[in-house]
Antibody, heavy 123, light 112 residues
Framework: QITLKESGPTLVKPTQTLTLTCTFS??????????VGWIRQPPGKALEWLAL???????RYSPSLKSRLTITKDTSKNQVVLTMTNMDPVDTATYYC???????????????WGQGTLVTVSS | DIVMTQTPLSSPVTLGQPASISCRSS???????????LSWLQQRPGQPPRLLIY???NRFSGVPDRFSGSGAGTDFTLKISRVEAEDVGVYYC?????????FGPGTKVDIK
């Protein structure tokens, strides 16, 4: 049974750096084809993909946010960490992490999602 | 970037009646490996997104068979054969063929 859970601050000030942790179970990020991504959703708005890290440490970022994002993994702890620098009120959103499997038998979609964590950016 | 569009953006439906959502991509979603990585997600009110359909037409584990996906290339459709009350929510198409990964704007399905 695959589960993911996001954790981090609920409130950050403008210009601060946000650090979010995704703790997962039911799969290993050392298994070929497996990845964990981050997606966010501003209140009442659509989903936006942010970043993705694969089992082989390949990392992909949204071009529009690439300069502000860093994604890392700790395989031994079953965790993926996303940092976003220079936070702004427009970054207020629910942040989700999700599992992806690009192996031949995988869905290649984001097939398991965490519950999300709401981050508010305000002074 | 591949831009995903959806129509309609809002769909009031009658319980027990069918519903259909269209999704169009700005370029072909056929990957170099021959697969088309178009998926559909459901987001019920207050809930995280849930995968319904992957690779155009494959239902994910636990998804009722009243949900079906079809299409090819740049045009795709999600159909609900008979809408139930639990189907209320926002439906997103998403392409995972090419980076950056992109979502459609969402279609809100509610009951008339």
């Amino acid at each position: 049974q695959i589960t993911l859970k996001e954790s981090g601050p609920t409130l950050v000030k403008p210009t601060q750096t946000l650090t979010l942790t995704c703790t997962f179970s039911g799969f290993s990020l050392s298994t070929s084809g497996v990845g964990v991504g981050w997606i966010r959703q501003p209140p009442g708005k659509a989903l936006e993909w942010l970043a993705l890290i694969y089992w082989d440490d390949d990392k992909r970022y949204s071009p529009s946010l690439k300069s502000r994002l860093t994604i890392t993994k700790d395989t031994s702890k079953n965790q993926v960490v996303l940092t976003m620098t220079n936070m702004d009120p427009v970054d207020t959103a629910t942040y989700y992490c999700a599992h992806r499997n690009i192996a031949a038998a995988g869905t290649v979609a984001f097939d398991y999602w965490g519950q999300g964590t709401l981050v508010t950016v305000s002074s | 970037d591949i831009v995903m569009t959806q129509t309609p953006l809002s769909s009031p439906v009658t319980l027990g009646q069918p519903a259909s959502i269209s999704c169009r991509s700005s370029q072909s979603l056929v990957h170099s490996d021959g697969n088309t990585y178009l998926s559909w997600l459901q987001q019920r009110p207050g809930q995280p997104p849930r995968l319904l359909i992957y690779k155009i037409s494959n239902r994910f584990s636990g998804v009722p068979d009243r949900f079906s996906g079809s299409g090819a290339g740049t045009d795709f459709t999600l159909k609900i054969s008979r809408v139930e009350a639990e189907d209320v929510g926002v439906y997103y198409c998403m392409q995972t063929t090419q980076f950056p990964l992109t979502f459609g704007p969402g279609t809100k399905v509610d009951i008339k």
